[in-house]
């Protein structure tokens, strides 16, 4: 049972652009969620992270949306730059616990110059 | 001050062989998570280790694979008698406890 769906699996956009990707989670219980971008042959690193006590943090051009009773969360890129070409993991997980990460499939942004 | 460090960073091995994959978690972190992508997917969570315990290991095949994180040294994951099905990347990830993962930069596996 996937826990975090991710949405879309691929993107495409021009410089300048705004990019949107969307995951919405299953388990109430996940409190952290954050994005990772990974490129190609490279281990993920982390972009930004958001708490459910929080409806919004931005970083730079990078923003998270948390809609908690839609269970729900967002990137936003904003300006997107050929450099940001890369895929996008979301991810939950539940703090105290394990703290293991649950992903979503991930998205395959490319930004065209 | 270094990343998260894995090797080798590639591992070619032919069925029925053993891996042997090595992660050295941040300094000062304590708490070490291995994951497992496949071509075109997300990645899965397979075990979380802190110094000498495993912690949860829900995410690991009940056969073949077993981990282990010492008291001195880095943390091994070891998969015995491979078959193609193993070939994926493996990311170790480490952290304090209760705060961000940092990952490495993975261990590509090729079972021929």
């Known amino acids: 049972q996937q826990q975090v769906k991710q949405s879309p699996q691929s993107l495409i956009v021009q410089k300048g652009g705004i990019s949107i990707i969307n995951c919405a989670y299953e388990?109430?219980?996940?409190?952290?969620f954050p994005w990772y971008q990974q490129f190609p042959g490279k281990g993920p690193a982390l972009l930004i992270a958001?708490?459910?006590?929080?409806s919004e943090k931005k970083e730079g051009r990078f923003t998270i949306s948390f809609n908690k009773s839609a269970k729900q969360f967002s990137l936003h890129i904003m300006d997107s730059q050929p450099g940001d070409s890369a895929t996008y993991f979301c991810?939950?997980?539940?703090?105290?616990?394990?703290?293991?990460?649950?992903f979503g499939k991930g998205t395959k942004l490319t930004v065209n110059p | 001050n270094a990343g998260v460090m894995q090797n080798p960073r590639h591992l070619v091995r032919r069925r029925g062989q053993e891996a042997r994959l090595r992660c050295s978690p941040m300094?000062?972190?304590?708490?070490v998570y291995w994951y497992r992508q496949l071509p075109e997917e997300g990645l899965k969570f397979m075990v979380y280790?802190?110094?000498?315990?495993?912690?949860?290991e829900s995410g690991m095949p009940k056969e073949r694979f077993s981990a282990e994180f010492p008291k001195e040294g880095p943390s091994i994951l070891r998969i015995q008698q491979v078959v193609r099905g193993d070939s994926a990347a493996y990311f170790c990830?480490?952290?304090?406890?209760?705060?961000?993962?940092?990952f490495g930069p993975g261990t590509r596996l090729l079972v021929l």
């Open positions: 990830a480490s952290s304090r406890g209760g705060e961000t993962q940092y």
């Open positions: 388990n109430t219980a996940f409190d952290y």
């Open positions: 958001i708490r459910p006590d929080v």
């Open positions: 991810a939950a997980s539940i703090q105290g616990g394990s703290e293991k990460l649950v």
């Open positions: 300094k000062g972190h304590s708490h």
């Open positions: 280790l802190q110094k000498e315990n495993i912690i949860d």
